[in-house]
T-cell receptor, first 112, second 114 residues
Framework: SQQGEEDPQALSIQEGENATMNCSYKTSINNLQWYRQNSGRGLVHLILIRSNEREKHSGRLRVTLDTSKKSSSLLITASRAADTASYFCATDRVQGAQKLVFGQGTRLTINP | KAGVTQTPRYLIKTRGQQVTLSCSPISGHRSVSWYQQTPGQGLQFLFEYFSETQRNKGNFPGRFSGRQFSNSRSEMNVSTLELGDSALYLC?????????????FGSGTRLTVV
């Protein structure tokens, strides 16, 4: 079963705009990770945020984590056509570590 | 360094047959996990191996099994295939279990059961 929900399920924006995706989860976590998947290929690890962190940056990516609301957001700034992909959040739970639980994903389309 | 290698990339099998998928992790990585991805259920955890021992198992029937060898390479086996087993099977490797830096995934094996 899925850990939580991702919102929105699909997002279409113009190149250069910012994209924000949200993720909610249900149980206590060690960390939350974001992955990208292009056209049914393998997952690419983007960023990991620990449960005691509130915000993390990596290049054009910004991730926030609110453990009180059990939610996270991924912001991609200055989007590019190459960012078109599906994005998944995954939690590494306190109960059942080393076992990622994925959300359903957000399908992001960047229009040139 | 070489990434995670999964073989074969594509596979077509008939109901009732069995299949073995292979995963070679990044050199030095000792943890290998397997995930099933379907349009209906999304990404679901199958099992995780560390130093040849299964540490975690997901909620899949006993038809799904796996093992890890001393060189950390892993195989998963599905017996008595059903149509619903058609999926993308992904393997992920990490040094110890992904807690520090996440997992590196292979490109997956696309299994079609007819």
């Amino acid at each position: 079963s899925q850990q939580g929900e991702e919102d929105p399920q699909a997002l279409s924006i113009q190149e250069g705009e910012n994209a924000t995706m949200n993720c909610s989860y249900k149980t206590s976590i060690n960390n939350l990770q974001w992955y990208r998947q292009n056209s049914g290929r393998g997952l690419v690890h983007l960023i990991l945020i620990r449960s005691n962190e509130r915000e993390k940056h990596s290049g054009r990516l910004r991730v926030t984590l609110d453990t009180s609301k059990k939610s996270s957001s991924l912001l991609i700034t200055a989007s590019r056509a190459a960012d078109t992909a599906s994005y998944f959040c995954a939690t590494d739970r306190v109960q059942g570590a080393q076992k990622l639980v994925f959300g359903q994903g957000t399908r992001l389309t960047i229009n040139p | 360094k070489a990434g995670v290698t999964q073989t074969p990339r594509y596979l077509i099998k008939t109901r009732g047959q069995q299949v073995t998928l292979s995963c070679s992790p990044i050199s030095g990585h000792r943890s290998v996990s397997w995930y099933q991805q379907t349009p209906g259920q999304g990404l679901q955890f199958l099992f995780e191996y560390f130093s040849e021992t299964q540490r975690n198992k997901g909620n899949f029937p006993g038809r799904f099994s796996g093992r890890q060898f001393s060189n950390s390479r892993s195989e998963m086996n599905v017996s008595t295939l059903e149509l619903g087993d058609s999926a993308l099977y992904l393997c992920a490797s990490s040094l110890l279990g992904g807690e520090a830096a996440g997992y590196t995934f292979g490109s997956g094996t696309r299994l079609t059961v007819v």
